[in-house]
């Protein structure tokens, strides 16, 4: 389980807080989504959490532990990184996620951490791809190349920063339905942000609204609602029941 306690941030010691307060709380096999404009203050909270940058004060726990005070290789094992920009190198995809296991190995991967690649990729039917160099594949066939090589870390928990924003509709659903299946599966915690209402509702469990670099409002899918959004985005939009899910209608007014 992931918690966040009292977190403050800022890029420099005169500069405004970019984290003011910030708290949260994320368990095993549950998918968090953080939502807010651009300058809310997600990604940072991502660096923070992921070791990049550190905070000015408050804590930041994984399983009681203190990951703050944990080397670099040992918070890796714990949380892993899906970036939305993806640039491997040209290196085979076998290659390209048994670098997720450079924490454990070093210098030399072992039989134990090939071993560790082959079942990842079979898991995630990837198999068939483990010759091809992944700078010829497809956008969403990169993005699952990177899902696998952080699941080469063996993590409790995956951070992804928009998984999908450079992605088409089908390679959106794809990344979608594989997170999905790794949190559920696996018992993998997830934190992601995302900027598409209608994926968050359809991938999270719980919701994050930040504004202002704090947390504003969080919950299930209950919180989220058109007074809310109006609130952190300053949009108006229309909520519905389309078949027993919510969809979130840009512009508001009525259909």
Not at 51 to 65: A, H, K, M, V
């Amino acid at each position: 389980m992931l918690n966040i306690n009292d977190l403050h941030f800022r890029y420099g010691k005169r500069s405004p807080l970019v984290l003011d307060g910030v708290d949260l709380t994320l368990h095993d096999g549950e998918i968090g989504v953080v939502l807010g404009t651009n300058g809310s203050g997600k990604t940072t909270l991502f660096k923070n959490i992921l070791g990049i940058l550190r905070p000015e004060s408050g804590s930041i726990r994984f399983d009681g532990e203190d990951l703050l005070k944990m080397k670099r290789s040992e918070r890796a094992r714990r949380i892993a990184y899906v970036p939305q920009s993806i640039h491997f190198g040209a290196l085979s995809v076998f290659d390209t996620v048994l670098t997720g296991r450079v924490s454990y190995f070093g210098y030399k991967a072992g039989r134990e951490d090939e071993e560790a690649v082959w079942r990842i990729l079979r898991d995630m039917r990837l198999e068939h791809f483990a010759a091809r160099n992944v700078e010829q594949l497809s956008g969403g066939e990169r993005q699952k190349i990177a899902i696998a090589r952080a699941l080469a870390q063996e993590p409790r928990m995956l951070v992804f920063d928009e998984p999908t924003g450079n992605l088409d509709i089908a390679n959106e659903q794809l990344i979608l339905s594989e997170a999905r299946r790794v949190a559920r599966e696996k018992g993998i915690g997830i934190l992601t942000s995302l900027h598409d209402f209608n994926q968050a509702l359809e991938l999270g469990d719980r919701f994050f609204f930040m504004k202002d670099g704090k947390i504003r409002h969080e919950g299930g899918r209950g919180i989220v609602t058109e007074d809310v959004i109006r609130e952190i985005f300053d949009a108006e939009v229309r909520i519905v029941e389309i078949e027993g899910k919510k969809i979130v209608i840009n512009g508001g007014g009525k259909t």
